[in-house]
C-alpha cells in the first residue's frame, strides 16, 4: 500500500524535497491508522479558479486518499500585502470586501475536488493579527537581505531598480510562519513557491516545532496553446465556472500530447489506468478524440454533473460533426444600425471591437453561417445569428 501511494504522491511532481519524511508518515498511518497534515495556501486574489489553479487540489485530494488532513489556508492576511512572486512590481492590495468574496468562491470550488470531511478550512489572519510588532520583529530576524535578494524576481527588478516594498520582503516569511503555528508535515505549491516553501522548513526548525515540513512542488499547468501556462489574461484558459459547452469544448480542443499532461495532473484515473489508455492509443485499439472525449466528460462532471457533461458531448457532436446550430443560444436587441464588432461585442462573442476586428480579419467569424470579410460591415434591421470560432453563437435582433 504504501508503494502504491508514493506513486500516486509522486504522480506529475517537480520536485519533493524530504521524501523520507512522506514516507514515514505514510508508514505511520497504514501502521497505526495516525493521520498527518498537508497544508496548502491560496490567497483569495480573484473570485474564479482555472484548471491550473485545481493542479494542488488535485493533489491535495490524493493526499487525503491516504491518511492526510488538509489545511486548506486562505491568505485572508497574506491577500492584504500581495505575493510578490513572479511580479515585475508591488501587487495592488486588495480591500476586505474583494477578500471575502474571493474567499466565499474559492471554497465553494475547491469542495468539487477536495473531501470536506478531511479539509480543515484556517484563515491566517487569525494567528498573524495576533503576532503583534514584537512578534514581526522577532519573525523579520530570521532571514537576512542579502538572502532574500536571491530569489530570482527580487534581484531582477532590484538590478532593474524597480521598487520592492519592505511589506514585500515579508510575503515569504508570514507563509513560512502559517507552518509553524499549523505545525504542518508537509506542504504543497507551485515550481514558482520554492523560496517561500522551504520557508516554512527553515522557521519550523527556529522556532523549535521539533519537525522540519517535507515539501512537494508541482509543475504549472499549460493553457490551451500547450506553450505557456495557463492564464486568464493570455485567455488560453478552461475555467472552473465555465459553462458546461464551453469547458467540454475547449477541452477537446487541446492537443493529444497535452491531454495525456492534462490527464497526469487533473483526472482521477489512476496511473495504470493512464497507461491503459495510452497503450491503447498507441496500438490503435483506442481513438485519441474517444480518450480526449473521456477526460472531457470526466472534468466537466467534476464541476458541473454528469448530465451536464453528457448534455455538453451531445451539443458538441450536434455542432461540430453534424455541422448544426447550438440548441440554447443567448438573445439580444438593439435599436438602430449596429457596426459588427460593436455588435459582437454587445452580445458577449467578443472582448473588445478590437478583438472583434482581428477575428473578422482571420475568417474567424460568420453571420447567418456565412463568413464576413468586411470588418467595417453595418447590421441594418433584421434578424442575425452570430458566431465567433465554433463555439460561441448569439442571436441578434436589430430593431
Known sequence: MIEEALLEINRGTAEIIDIERIE??????????????????????????????????????????????????????????????????????????????????????????????????????????????????????????????????????????????????????????????????????????????????????????KKQQAVLMMPILEGLDGVQKMSKSLGNYIGVTDAPNDMFGKILSISDDLMWRFYELLSSKTLNEIADLKTGVSDGSLHPKSVKEALALEITTRFHSEDAANNAKSEFDKVHSKSQIPTDIPEFSCEGEVWIAKALLDCALEPSTSQARRDIKQGGVKINQEKVADEKLVLTTGEYLLQVGKRKFAKLKVN
Do not use: C
Not at 479558479?49 to 491535495?60: E, P
Open 24 to 209: 514515514k508518515l505514510l508508514k505511520a498511518y497504514f501502521d497505526e491508522g495516525k493521520n498527518y497534515t498537508v497544508k496548502a495556501g491560496f490567497d483569495p486574489t480573484a473570485p474564479d479558479l482555472h484548471l491550473g489553479h485545481t493542479v494542488l487540489l488535485q493533489k491535495l485530494a490524493t493526499f487525503q486518499k491516504f491518511g492526510a488532513r488538509v489545511q486548506f489556508l486562505i491568505g485572508d492576511f497574506t491577500a492584504t500585502i500581495g505575493d510578490p512572486t513572479g511580479k515585475s512590481a508591488t501587487r495592488k492590495v486588495l480591500t476586505p470586501q474583494d477578500i471575502a468574496k474571493n474567499i466565499e468562491s474559492y471554497t465553494s470550488q475547491a469542495f468539487k475536488i477536495l473531501d470536506e470531511s478531511k479539509t480543515d478550512i484556517v484563515y491566517n489572519k487569525e494567528w498573524l493579527d495576533a503576532l503583534g510588532s514584537v512578534g514581526m520583529l522577532q519573525l523579520a530576524s530570521n532571514l537576512t537581505v542579502a538572502r532574500m535578494l536571491e530569489r530570482d524576481d527580487f534581484s531582477k527588478r532590484y538590478a532593474s531598480q524597480t521598487p520592492i516594498a519592505l511589506s514585500e520582503f515579508m510575503y515569504p516569511l508570514l507563509q513560512g510562519y502559517d507552518s509553524v503555528h499549523l505545525k504542518s508535515d508537509i506542504e504543497i505549491g507551485g515550481t514558482d513557491q520554492k523560496f517561500n516553501l522551504l520557508m516554512g522548513r527553515q522557521l519550523q526548525k527556529s522556532y523549535e516545532i
